[in-house]
């Protein structure tokens, strides 16, 4: 187990005020980056980020990007020690519809010992648990054990369209050396996830990848009245929806031929550790509101969610939306879908099948577009590295309980980024919670775990110190 630094658990404790109160001054701070009316919030986030690692003594670089900035710090060099990148964002979700919020989403309220605000858990509240922790070490100490580069962006909630340019070396004469260079490190860490239930802390140590697509038929040049065309004119929504159902059987098994050639099975020792964990389905379907569980036979709810892969139509326009009816045969639909991937599936090689099933199924008396959009692969983090080793002890110190190890059925593509790009593993410290309404109205984050993450991240330098050099 690490030990901490007298003067850096006292200076933690301190500040325990200061710290709520200044994550309070970030929440107020509207940064909704899929909006362009709120863009000065979002370049005001990006300040109140960067003043602080300036504050901190932090080499810190201000990138001005094509949309939204992002903010890069680096620790003073500890000379032979590892080298750990923070990765977080500033940026949040709109807040609509407003009228759900039970207090102000940009008014931060504590309530029941939560914090409720638009970006309390998604990432402000996480992010700055680093931050602060960072901060505690350099104050109290004077140095760090380690070497910390923090990489933090603008636009996570609208794409991440300047942090791959980044990546891609787009900004390359701003960092004044090769992104590589810039962000080269032993290790990332991230806090943008939940841990696996109240009172039970997790290391996510693997992610499903994703792909997306649009596919669109094209029917007659304009909207038609039924009465006098329908029969004689095919229905491009009928079509649609005859080419969707083609995707996937009546048990959720996806139909893209290839689909599953990729797929490995779990072994037994991770099914047997899933089924050890503390899991109701009868809490599942209450928290989501269902009346029965579904998917591909033989699996678990946590193995579908957790290790297949899968596909969703995420939404279907076409024809009248509005009040009453309008008897038309539509000139036009379209389907928005994506498919979840598990690890070692290429979302180029699932693009293509995808292109192939599509080209037999659309009528021929259709054109169509299909459009395929962003992608990531899925990722699964070696459990016996010295990086998790420290990430335990780390936990176990800061919430009193040593974690669970799961993996999660949503994507980061940026992690599978940083394998690709920077050669290096991610480690998924989620401090939140499932029901913290990420994305929804009353947001919210615990604020004993809050200060719990501040505590373990501290702890979590010092076990890098001690596993890896």
């Known amino acids: 187990m690490t030990v901490l630094p007298q003067s850096v658990t006292e200076a933690i404790t301190a500040q325990r005020d200061s710290h709520l109160s200044r994550l309070f001054e970030l929440l107020r701070i509207p940064s909704v980056s899929a909006d362009p009316g709120f863009s000065q919030d979002v370049y005001r986030a990006a300040k109140w980020v960067s003043t602080t690692f300036e504050g901190m003594g932090l080499k810190t670089q201000f990138v001005k990007t094509a949309t939204h900035p992002i903010v890069l710090a680096e620790s003073p060099i500890v000379p032979g020690a590892p080298t750990v990148l923070v990765y977080g964002h500033f940026d949040v979700q709109p807040a609509d519809p ?59 909630e609208s794409g991440s369209v300047a942090l791959a340019q980044l990546m891609a070396g787009k900004y390359n004469d701003q960092l004044g050396c090769s992104v590589e260079e810039k962000l080269a490190c032993d290790v990332v860490v991230i806090s943008d ?4 239930g109240p009172g039970i802390p997790a290391i996510t140590y693997g992610l499903r990848g994703i792909i997306s697509f649009e596919l669109t038929l094209f029917g007659p040049k304009q909207d038609l009245h039924s009465g006098t ?14 080419v969707m159902a083609a995707f996937q059987d009546d048990y959720g098994k996806v139909l893209i031929p290839g689909f599953y050639d990729d797929v490995e099975d779990l072994s037994e020792s991770e099914r047997t550790q899933w089924q050890n964990l503390p899991f109701s389905e009868d ?179 010092q076990a890098m110190a001690d596993h890896v050099s």
């Open 283 to 461: 809490d599942f379907m209450q928290q989501v509101g269902i009346r029965a569980t579904f998917g591909e036979p033989g699996y678990s709810t946590i193995e579908r969610c957790w290790s297949r892969p899968t596909m969703d139509i995420n939404g279907i326009t076409g024809g009248y939306q509005g009040e009453g009816g309008k008897t038309i045969v539509p000139a036009k639909a379209s389907a928005k879908f994506t498919c979840r991937l598990v690890p070692n599936q290429d979302p180029v090689k699932i693009a293509n099948a995808v292109k192939q099933l599509v080209q037999v199924r659309v009528p021929q008396m259709f054109t169509h577009k299909l459009k395929v959009g962003h992608a990531a692969s899925g990722i699964v983090v070696p459990l016996d590295s010295p990086y998790m080793a420290a990430a335990h002890d780390a936990i176990t110190a800061g919430f009193g309980k040593a974690p669970v190890l799961i993996r999660s059925g949503g994507s980061i593509p940026i992690v599978s980024q940083f394998k690709e790009r920077l050669g290096v593993d991610t480690l998924l410290l989620g401090w939140g919670q499932n029901d913290d309404n990420t994305h929804s109205p009353n947001e919210k984050f615990s604020v004993e775990d809050f200060h719990r993450g501040i505590v373990a991240s501290a702890h979590l330098w």
């Open 229 to 242: 065309f329908g029969g004689a004119v095919a229905n491009p929504v009928n079509a649609l929806m005859r």
């Open 193 to 196: 996830s939940s841990q696996f």
């Open 98 to 156: 407003l009228e759900e919020w039970i207090s102000p989403p940009y008014d931060p309220t504590v309530r029941d010992g939560n914090i409720y605000a638009r970006g309390a858990t998604d990432d402000k509240g996480q992010m700055l648990t680093h931050v602060f922790s960072t901060e505690a070490w350099l104050k109290s100490h004077g140095k760090l054990p380690i070497n910390l580069k923090f990489l933090i962006e603008g636009e996570e």
